[in-house]
Every structure is written in C-alpha cells, then in structure tokens.
C-alpha cells in the first residue's frame, strides 16, 4: 500500500471542482504527492512523515493536485501553485519548521535554529562507527547517574 498523508476528502476540501476519480486520487495523484513531499524533505526530516503532520498533509494534497493540472491542463495554469509550493518547501529547508495537527512545531536540529533536548545529552554517545563493537561502552557518567537515580 502506497504511503499516502491525506484522504480523497481532504483533498476535496481543497480542490472540491477536480473532475478525477475517487479511484484516480486515491491511488495514484495523493500517494505521487506524498512522494514528492518525501523527495522534498525527506533530508530534513524522517519520512515517511507521521499522519498528523499538518504542514506534510498541506503540502501532499497541493503536489497531487499540482500533478493533476501539469497532466490535464495547459502549462501556464500550474505556474502559481508550483510558485507557491516552490516557496513553502524553502522556507521549511531554510526555517526547518513544520506544523502538527495540534499546531505545534517540528523542528530539525540540522538548521542550527533550535536545540533539540534530549535525556542523554550531557553524555558521550553508545554507538560509534567503530569496526569492533565491543569498544562500544556506555557512558560511565550516564550510569552512574542513572544508578543515583534508581538508589538514592
């Protein structure tokens, strides 16, 4: 099964006027515009993206029907949409900002904006590229912290 972010109603919430099938959008235009969303930033982020992504949904529904009108339509009808798109993708690779469904952000540590937190940041990491995995240790400080916690 094709990874889709969006439903043929969402879709049709956007663009109710599309003349194509249930059939056609469900397989075919939403999965091509979850892929499109994936190429896009998918070097940013994990994908695929998690269904209450906001901002990949958004984005998905405006690829497939973007992929409709450059398919079924003159060249020139597609311009602003691609313009738009265009611009909302480098603002989320300049910003590395998405938006969830319950409007909170997704940021990537990859743009230096924001710090992402983490539990064992104060300690060296476990995995390494090391050809021999047995060199591969735990953080002394870690575990003796988590002994202090678990044994006061």
Not at 5 to 25: G, V
Not at 94 to 113: F, H, R, Y
């Amino acid at each position: 099964m094709p990874v889709t972010y969006a439903t043929y109603s969402e879709f049709l919430f956007f663009y109710p006027n599309t003349k194509e099938t249930e059939a056609n959008i469900t397989s075919a235009w939403l999965p091509y515009g979850a892929v499109r969303v994936n190429e896009c930033l998918g070097d940013l982020f994990t994908a695929p993206f998690s269904v209450n992504n906001y901002t990949a949904k958004q984005l998905s529904i405006d690829f497939a029907y973007l992929g409709l009108l450059i398919r079924s339509r003159p060249g020139d009808d597609s311009v602003e949409l691609k313009e738009a798109l265009d611009g909302r993708i480098e603002k989320i690779r300049n910003q590395g900002v998405m938006i969830d469904d319950d409007g909170a952000k997704i940021t990537t540590p990859e743009t230096g904006l924001n710090e992402i937190w983490s539990n064992n940041q104060p300690y060296h990491p476990t995995f390494s590229m090391l050809e021999n995995p047995e060199q591969e240790l735990v953080d002394v400080d870690r575990i003796k912290d988590e002994l202090d916690d678990r044994f006061p």
